[in-house]
């Protein structure tokens, strides 16, 4: 009973789980989480332990990554997160080396790096944030298992998955990918207040390119479920074309910045919210007809899309893999927008080469 309630919760806020086997209920999997102490991965791994990334049936074996000088907020994330009492969580492993923590990894969730600071860019951090990636991606390469699914959430996330996937040749690049998923959802509630309609009756509002200001949030190919249960296009229902094209898409693109303008840190429990988004889709399937916002390594030149970046795609997902959505229709509008995020992703990666 108590199961169906779950369930049922669970369902309430727009996620979907399938029934697992009593197989794959005893067999937990492996879930590394780096930076678990910070601000991003303390919440992120209780959301993991109630369920929220892998569904209610899943059990998990939680491998948290820390540097050494956070060995204390660790110990005491340990002891809180036993005390959860949670039964999805089979086995809690705390370390502070990298190859211990992503042994055997069937998921990692790649948080742990520095964060911006009012003023600063994301891309301002590659400098010190590169050098953490390139040995993590090492380590991945040697220790994780060749299946292992990548989500890196620390900034400039793009980039540092391209670095990620550059040094663990031996896990196949699809399998790296960079969290746009908080823009996602920070677009769908932006226009979930302007129609005054719920979150969940919009769908298929995507994120191209960086998390970064140059994203490009695109309404072009969304939908919301209008009064009469009749599917309308967004920009048929909001008729404003002024708003779409300009406002709205600037408080996406800032909104990070304007949450640390705010609380002089950047956004904490959202992100965590949103990787669980992100890997939940991932692990367990996109629902039908709806697309979702990954950022994985572009190739064939979708979209003219430069191949060898890590570029945000709207994506379905089955049967643990992404593909990125064929034959949209793309305008002029969006052609130029694509192309600024692009031309910024490829002046990451050559910074990256030179550090
Ligand atoms: N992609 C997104 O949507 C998104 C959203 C929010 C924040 N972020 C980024 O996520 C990152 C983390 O943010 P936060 O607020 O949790 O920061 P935080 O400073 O609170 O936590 C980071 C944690 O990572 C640990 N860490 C640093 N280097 C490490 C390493 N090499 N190995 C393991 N752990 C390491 C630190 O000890 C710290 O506990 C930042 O780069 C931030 O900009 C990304
Ligand atoms: O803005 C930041 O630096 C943090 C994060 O990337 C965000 O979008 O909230």
Not at 262 to 288: E, F, I, L, Q, R
Not at 305 to 318: D, Q, T
């Amino acid at each position: 009973m108590d199961d169906i309630k779950a369930i049922q919760k669970l369902k309430s806020l727009g996620r979907h789980f399938p029934q697992a086997s009593k197989e794959e209920e005893n067999k937990p999997i492996r879930v590394a989480v780096t930076g678990a102490a910070g601000q991003i991965g303390s919440v992120l791994c209780f959301f993991i332990a109630q369920g929220r990334m892998f569904g209610p049936y899943q059990k998990v074996i939680l491998q948290l990554l820390e540097l050494p000088a956070a060995e204390g907020p660790l110990k005491g994330l340990c002891l809180e997160l036993q005390d959860g009492a949670y039964p999805l969580l089979a086995e809690i492993r705390p370390s502070t080396n990298a190859e211990e923590a992503f042994k055997d990894a069937d998921v990692a969730v790649l948080v742990g790096a520095k964060p911006r600071g009012p003023g600063m860019e994301r891309k301002d951090l590659l400098n010190e944030n590169a050098k953490i990636f390139k040995v993590q991606g090492e380590a991945l390469d040697k220790v994780a298992k060749k299946t292992v699914k990548v989500c890196v959430v620390g900034n400039p996330a793009n980039t540092n998955a391209l670095i990620a996937s550059h040094y663990a040749p031996s896990i196949p690049k699809k399998n790296f990918s960079a969290l746009t998923r908080l823009d996602q959802n920070r677009a769908l509630s932006q226009l979930s207040d302007k129609l005054k309609t719920r979150v969940e009756d919009i769908k298929n509002v995507v994120i191209w390119g960086n998390h970064s200001l140059t994203q490009y949030p695109d309404v072009n190919h969304g939908e919301v479920i209008g009064a009469d249960g009749k599917r309308i296009k967004i920009r048929q229902a909001v008729n404003d074309d002024n708003y779409l094209n300009d406002a709205f898409i600037s408080r996406v693109q800032k909104r990070g910045g304007e949450i640390i303008s705010v609380m002089k840190k950047s956004s904490a429990a959202s992100a965590a919210s949103a990787a669980c988004d992100h890997v939940h889709d991932w692990w367990v399937g996109t629902k039908p007809g709806e697309f979702v916002s990954m950022a994985v390594i572009s190739d064939n030149n979708k979209y003219g899309v430069a191949n060898g970046i890590i570029y945000s795609f709207p994506v379905v997902c089955k049967n643990g893999e992404w593909q990125v959505v064929n034959g949209l229709n793309i305008d002029e509008f969006s052609k130029k927008k694509f192309k600024a995020t692009e031309d910024e992703l490829l002046e990451e990666r050559k910074m990256a080469l030179n550090i």
